[in-house]
């Protein structure tokens, strides 16, 4: 059975797309851009803010899920600047410590609203 995960701690969605879908102890949590939820605004134009902004946005959604952080089986990434990459990895790091999912990074021509990162997860129970 199909459940639509929904959430007013992170960001409304900008188009035709729920937040997040769960399926048989699975969640997929749509593409995540670093506005603050309750404005609805850029969190500012720092690419470590805007890391940290777009996994808390994350990790909301989880959370209204019933999920976790340490759920999170694959992560994707897309950045507007590859070589951001490093001060990307410092933040990611410290959200997901030592348990690390499976993740793709990928260096993208435009992203929603011209922030510089988004990042969307799947999540396991169990």
């Known amino acids: 059975m199909k459940k639509i995960i929904q959430t007013d701690k992170a960001p409304a969605a ?3 797309y729920s ?5 048989n102890d699975t969640i997929y949590v749509s593409g995540q851009i670093p506005f603050i939820p ?9 690419i ?5 902004q777009s996994l808390e946005n994350v990790k909301a959604i989880l959370t209204a ?3 976790s952080l340490n759920d999170v089986v694959k992560a994707t990434v897309f950045i507007k600047d590859m070589n951001d990459f490093a001060s990307i990895n410092e933040v990611y790091n410290e959200y997901f410590g030592n ?3 499976a993740r793709a990074c990928v260096e993208v021509a435009k992203l929603p609203k011209e922030v510089k990162i988004e990042i ?3 999540a396991v129970k169990g």
Do not use: H, N, W
């Open 14 to 16: 900008l188009g035709p």
């Open 19 to 23: 937040q997040a879908i769960e399926v």
């Open 38 to 46: 309750e404005t609805m605004t850029l969190v500012s134009d720092d």
């Open 48 to 52: 470590k803010d805007q890391t940290k």
């Open 65 to 67: 899920g019933g999920y």
């Open 99 to 101: 348990v690390k999912p």
């Open 120 to 122: 969307e997860v799947i």
